[in-house]
Protein backbone atom coordinates (compact mmCIF):
# COMPACT_ATOMS: atom_id res chain seq x y z
CA UNK A 1 0.00 0.00 0.00
CA UNK A 2 0.88 3.46 -0.70
CA UNK A 3 1.55 5.84 2.30
CA UNK A 4 -1.59 8.18 2.97
CA UNK A 5 -0.08 11.53 3.61
CA UNK A 6 -2.43 13.76 6.04
CA UNK A 7 -1.90 17.35 5.10
CA UNK A 8 -4.09 20.76 6.52
CA UNK A 9 -3.89 23.32 8.69
CA UNK A 10 -3.72 23.00 12.39
CA UNK A 11 -6.88 21.96 14.09
CA UNK A 12 -8.00 20.30 11.27
CA UNK A 13 -7.53 17.01 12.53
CA UNK A 14 -4.18 15.61 11.20
CA UNK A 15 -3.47 13.58 14.04
CA UNK A 16 -6.27 11.95 15.36
CA UNK A 17 -7.51 10.77 11.90
CA UNK A 18 -4.21 9.78 11.08
CA UNK A 19 -3.80 7.65 14.26
CA UNK A 20 -7.22 6.10 13.52
CA UNK A 21 -7.24 5.79 9.39
CA UNK A 22 -3.92 3.42 10.19
CA UNK A 23 -5.88 0.87 12.63
CA UNK A 24 -8.40 0.26 10.13
CA UNK A 25 -5.94 -0.29 7.35
CA UNK A 26 -4.00 -1.92 9.98
CA UNK A 27 -1.03 0.21 9.10
CA UNK A 28 1.77 2.22 10.53
CA UNK A 29 0.98 5.46 11.85
CA UNK A 30 3.58 8.37 11.80
CA UNK A 31 3.19 11.63 13.21
CA UNK A 32 5.69 14.16 11.98
CA UNK A 33 5.36 16.82 15.29
CA UNK A 34 5.61 14.03 17.36
CA UNK A 35 8.61 11.77 15.26
CA UNK A 36 10.30 15.75 15.80
CA UNK A 37 9.64 15.97 19.41
CA UNK A 38 11.31 12.26 20.43
CA UNK A 39 14.20 12.78 18.17
CA UNK A 40 15.38 16.18 19.10
CA UNK A 41 14.43 15.71 23.15
CA UNK A 42 12.10 18.52 23.15
CA UNK A 43 8.36 19.72 22.51
CA UNK A 44 7.40 21.75 19.06
CA UNK A 45 7.01 25.31 21.08
CA UNK A 46 10.38 24.79 23.39
CA UNK A 47 12.15 24.57 19.36
CA UNK A 48 10.60 27.17 18.45
CA UNK A 49 11.51 29.47 21.68
CA UNK A 50 14.72 28.17 21.89
CA UNK A 51 16.11 27.33 18.37
CA UNK A 52 13.74 29.77 16.13
CA UNK A 53 11.44 28.49 13.27
CA UNK A 54 14.28 28.05 11.01
CA UNK A 55 15.21 25.26 12.79
CA UNK A 56 11.81 23.51 13.74
CA UNK A 57 11.88 23.56 9.94
CA UNK A 58 15.27 22.15 8.91
CA UNK A 59 13.92 19.28 11.51
CA UNK A 60 10.90 18.75 9.92
CA UNK A 61 12.32 18.38 6.35
CA UNK A 62 15.03 16.05 7.75
CA UNK A 63 11.90 13.68 9.30
CA UNK A 64 10.32 14.10 5.95
CA UNK A 65 12.88 12.54 3.93
CA UNK A 66 13.25 10.50 7.01
CA UNK A 67 10.25 8.23 6.46
CA UNK A 68 9.03 9.31 2.94
CA UNK A 69 10.35 6.54 1.75
CA UNK A 70 7.99 4.05 3.74
CA UNK A 71 5.58 2.17 2.95
CA UNK A 72 1.70 1.07 4.51
CA UNK A 73 2.36 4.00 6.67
CA UNK A 74 -0.43 6.93 7.08
CA UNK A 75 2.11 9.76 7.67
CA UNK A 76 0.50 12.80 9.90
CA UNK A 77 1.95 16.02 8.39
CA UNK A 78 2.54 19.46 10.69
CA UNK A 79 0.07 22.58 9.29
CA UNK A 80 3.34 24.15 7.81
CA UNK A 81 4.99 21.26 6.13
CA UNK A 82 3.59 21.67 3.01
CA UNK A 83 5.63 24.79 3.50
CA UNK A 84 8.72 23.36 1.88
CA UNK A 85 7.76 21.89 -2.30
CA UNK A 86 10.30 19.23 -1.73
CA UNK A 87 8.35 17.85 1.40
CA UNK A 88 5.48 17.71 -0.29
CA UNK A 89 7.80 16.53 -3.58
CA UNK A 90 9.03 13.48 -1.12
CA UNK A 91 5.87 12.85 0.06
CA UNK A 92 4.06 12.34 -3.33
CA UNK A 93 6.67 10.22 -4.55
CA UNK A 94 4.91 7.53 -2.19
CA UNK A 95 2.19 8.53 -1.15
CA UNK A 96 -1.37 9.89 -1.40
CA UNK A 97 -1.51 13.39 -0.24
CA UNK A 98 -5.30 13.99 1.12
CA UNK A 99 -6.07 17.53 2.23
CA UNK A 100 -8.26 17.80 5.69
CA UNK A 101 -9.98 20.85 5.69
CA UNK A 102 -12.50 22.84 8.21
CA UNK A 103 -13.96 26.53 8.51
CA UNK A 104 -12.31 28.81 10.46
CA UNK A 105 -15.08 28.39 13.70
CA UNK A 106 -14.25 25.06 13.99
CA UNK A 107 -10.09 25.84 13.78
CA UNK A 108 -10.40 28.52 16.21
CA UNK A 109 -12.17 26.18 18.95
CA UNK A 110 -9.74 22.87 18.53
CA UNK A 111 -6.98 25.36 18.67
CA UNK A 112 -8.04 27.52 21.51
CA UNK A 113 -4.87 26.21 23.79
CA UNK A 114 -1.98 28.75 23.88
CA UNK A 115 1.70 27.59 24.05
CA UNK A 116 0.65 24.42 21.73
CA UNK A 117 0.71 26.46 18.19
CA UNK A 118 3.65 28.60 18.07
CA UNK A 119 2.80 29.83 14.71
CA UNK A 120 -0.55 31.16 16.27
CA UNK A 121 1.00 32.35 19.79
CA UNK A 122 3.44 34.18 18.30
CA UNK A 123 0.95 36.50 15.91
CA UNK A 124 1.05 39.62 17.07
CA UNK A 125 -2.41 40.70 15.82
CA UNK A 126 -4.25 39.73 19.50
CA UNK A 127 -6.95 38.44 17.22
CA UNK A 128 -6.61 34.64 16.98
CA UNK A 129 -9.50 34.61 14.68
CA UNK A 130 -7.71 37.01 12.28
CA UNK A 131 -4.70 35.15 12.52
CA UNK A 132 -6.02 32.42 11.68
CA UNK A 133 -7.79 33.60 8.30
CA UNK A 134 -4.46 35.24 7.09
CA UNK A 135 -2.12 32.29 7.71
CA UNK A 136 -5.09 30.38 5.94
CA UNK A 137 -5.41 32.74 3.20
CA UNK A 138 -1.35 32.75 3.14
CA UNK A 139 -1.39 29.01 2.40
CA UNK A 140 -4.38 28.21 0.82
CA UNK A 141 -2.44 27.64 -2.22
CA UNK A 142 0.31 25.01 -0.69
CA UNK A 143 -2.64 22.97 0.56
CA UNK A 144 -3.69 22.47 -3.57
CA UNK A 145 -0.92 19.83 -3.49
CA UNK A 146 -3.44 17.42 -2.23
CA UNK A 147 -5.39 14.32 -4.77
CA UNK A 148 -8.42 14.85 -2.36
CA UNK A 149 -10.23 16.81 0.38
CA UNK A 150 -12.07 15.91 3.08
CA UNK A 151 -14.24 18.52 5.47
CA UNK A 152 -14.01 17.71 8.90
CA UNK A 153 -15.46 20.22 10.49
CA UNK A 154 -18.73 18.32 10.95
CA UNK A 155 -17.37 15.12 10.70
CA UNK A 156 -16.59 12.49 13.59
CA UNK A 157 -13.10 11.24 13.23
CA UNK A 158 -14.56 7.32 12.15
CA UNK A 159 -16.77 9.40 9.61
CA UNK A 160 -13.47 11.35 8.54
CA UNK A 161 -12.08 7.62 8.42
CA UNK A 162 -14.76 6.41 5.91
CA UNK A 163 -14.93 9.26 3.51
CA UNK A 164 -11.20 8.53 2.88
CA UNK A 165 -10.97 5.49 2.67
CA UNK A 166 -14.26 5.90 -0.18
CA UNK A 167 -12.30 8.86 -2.10
CA UNK A 168 -9.29 6.10 -2.36
CA UNK A 169 -11.60 3.66 -3.33
CA UNK A 170 -13.57 5.85 -5.44
CA UNK A 171 -10.10 7.37 -7.07
CA UNK A 172 -8.73 3.93 -7.68
CA UNK A 173 -5.05 5.49 -6.79
CA UNK A 174 -4.41 3.64 -3.95
CA UNK A 175 -2.32 0.98 -5.63
CA UNK A 176 -3.97 -1.95 -3.30
CA UNK A 177 -6.68 -2.72 -0.94
CA UNK A 178 -7.92 -0.23 1.39
CA UNK A 179 -11.02 -1.62 3.36
C1 LIG B 1 2.67 24.33 12.42
C2 LIG B 1 1.75 23.38 12.80
C3 LIG B 1 1.98 22.44 13.89
C4 LIG B 1 3.48 22.21 14.11
C5 LIG B 1 4.18 23.52 14.29
C6 LIG B 1 4.02 24.43 13.07
C7 LIG B 1 2.36 25.25 11.31
O1 LIG B 1 1.37 21.19 13.60
O2 LIG B 1 4.06 21.49 13.07
O3 LIG B 1 3.68 24.13 15.45
O4 LIG B 1 3.25 25.96 10.81
O5 LIG B 1 1.16 25.30 10.89
P1 LIG B 1 -0.24 20.94 13.69
O6 LIG B 1 -0.82 21.31 12.37
O7 LIG B 1 -0.32 19.47 13.95
O8 LIG B 1 -0.74 21.76 14.82
Do not use: W
Request: aromatic share 6%; glycine share 10%.
Amino acid sequence: MKNIVLIGFMGTGKTSTGKLLAKRLGAAFIDLDRAIEEEYGMTIPVMFQQKGEAYFRACEHAMVEKTAGRRNTVISTGGGTVKDPANMAALHEGGIIVCLKADIDTILARTASHGTRPVLDSEDQGDRRQAIASLLAERRRLYEVADFYVDTSTRTPREVVDEIIRQIKHEKIGGGSHA
